[in-house]
């Protein structure tokens, strides 16, 4: 009876070990799972630009001086990715320099009191194949307002590093954040629209990670 047993017992262990080894095998055989990858926005190859009716054309304008850092799983790039971008407000450039200055000054940004122009995201959601909805609280002349940029990943993969592209863009009314300057035009009418349309193309590179990272 006690042989039976002990036969018994030693091939309910041998059957253990052999499922437990299957096991390890199957998890060192599986596709790792892809973990969160941090990049940071290349300036040399990014427009951070907008545009703006004056009178009835839309005069183009950009932002010289920014930096930022963009954090995604390219498996899933909806689940818990984040973007952060912080603009010098100076930096303005419309090709005209004593327009630049009107603008960097209270009548417009407020350079002095205001010099940065921040977006950090707050949800991203799945908009279709490789768009993206990004919202997130931008704050101009230190008022912050949600705002959603609309996203097409435009791709990934090695080159001068490991990086990738996206262009985003939104819409936003300028005195929702106390740009409100304006001139009236003889025979009605203002020069400036209060629409400013915001176009972000966008070169980021992956910076290194630690050793043992997934």
Do not use: C
Request: net charge positive; proline share 2%.
């Amino acid at each position: 009876m006690n042989t039976s047993i002990r036969i018994i017992s030693s091939t309910i262990r041998r059957r253990a070990i052999t499922a437990a080894a299957a096991a390890i095998a199957l998890a060192a055989s599986a596709p790792a799972q892809a973990a969160m990858e941090t990049f940071r926005i290349d300036p040399e190859h990014t427009n951070i630009g907008f545009k703006v009716r004056h009178f009835f054309s839309k005069v183009p304008g950009r932002f010289n001086k920014f930096e930022g850092q963009i954090r995604l799983d390219r498996e899933n790039l909806a689940k818990g990715s984040s973007v952060e971008i912080t603009i010098d407000a100076a930096s303005i450039d419309t090709n005209d320099e004593k327009r630049d200055q009107h603008l960097r000054s209270a009548d417009f940004f407020d350079v002095a009191n205001h010099p940065k122009l921040t977006f950090k995201s707050t949800k991203v959601r799945q908009a279709g194949d490789n768009k993206l909805k990004v919202d997130g609280n931008l704050t101009i002349r230190g008022v912050t307002r949600p705002v959603t940029l609309d996203v097409d990943v435009l791709g990934f993969g090695k080159g001068y590093g490991f990086r990738g592209g996206f262009e985003a863009n939104t819409t936003i009314n300028r005195k929702d954040f106390g740009v409100a300057w304006n001139d009236i035009v003889e025979g009605g009418g203002y020069v400036l629209g209060n629409d400013v349309e915001i176009v972000l193309n966008v070169e980021a590179v992956r910076l290194q990670q630690k050793a043992g990272a997934r």
